[in-house]
Every structure is written in structure tokens, then in C-alpha cells.
């Protein structure tokens, strides 16, 4: 089983990046997939989830300005950011069950 995240990097506040994670061995149409972070020094946070049928769910804290999506036909699952605060600064971690999970991507949101 293998969760890849890609897309992570620094971005200026009010900017945008869009997460990916690529997946492998493991039916994804079958799970539940998500994005969770991790602030420096900080707990672990769910930021949000897609159903099999697409519908998503989100933290308050990120409604309305992000997105998960999912491709499964490329076994993939994508998180569009926007609007991006300086508290969004994270690891961000995508997950499937969640029962799998990847090894995480940084976004450091900073002028």
C-alpha cells in the first residue's frame, strides 16, 4: 500500500496550492479518503473528507475555502486550498479507511 502526497510548498497568505495523493495497492474506490495536518509543536487535526459518492465533509475552520476531490479512476485524491491563512501552516497527511496513511507533504503559508 503506498499514499504519495505531492504539491506542498510555501506560499505568500491569500495565495493557493493544490495537494494530490497518489495511490497504490488497496481498492480507493472502496475507502472513505481524507487530509489531516499537523502543526509544528501542535496536535493532529482531520481538515476533511470525501465519501465513496463524492460527497465531502469539512472542518469549520476551512470551509469555504477548501476542496477535496477524488479521481478514481487515478486512485487519487486532491485538496485544493485557497485563500490560505498562516494558521494552515502544516503538515498535511492524506489518508484512506483512514487505515492508510502517507508520509506527509509541508505547507508553510508565510510572507
Known amino acids: 500500500v503506498q499514499l504519495v502526497e505531492t504539491g506542498g510548498g510555501l506560499v505568500q497568505p491569500g495565495g493557493s496550492l493544490r495537494l494530490s495523493c497518489a495511490t497504490s495497492g488497496f481498492t480507493f474506490s472502496s475507502y472513505v479518503m481524507g487530509w489531516a495536518r499537523q502543526e509544528p509543536g501542535k496536535g493532529f487535526e482531520w481538515v476533511c473528507g470525501v465519501y465513496m459518492n463524492g460527497s465531502a465533509y469539512y472542518v469549520d475552520s476551512v470551509k469555504g475555502r477548501f476542496t477535496i476531490s477524488r479521481d478514481n479512476a487515478k486512485n487519487t485524491v486532491y485538496l485544493q486550498m485557497n485563500s490560505l491563512k498562516p494558521e494552515d501552516t502544516a503538515v498535511y497527511f492524506c489518508?484512506?479507511?483512514?487505515?492508510?496513511w502517507g508520509r506527509g507533504t509541508q505547507v508553510t503559508v508565510s510572507s
Open positions: 489518508n484512506a479507511g483512514p487505515v492508510y
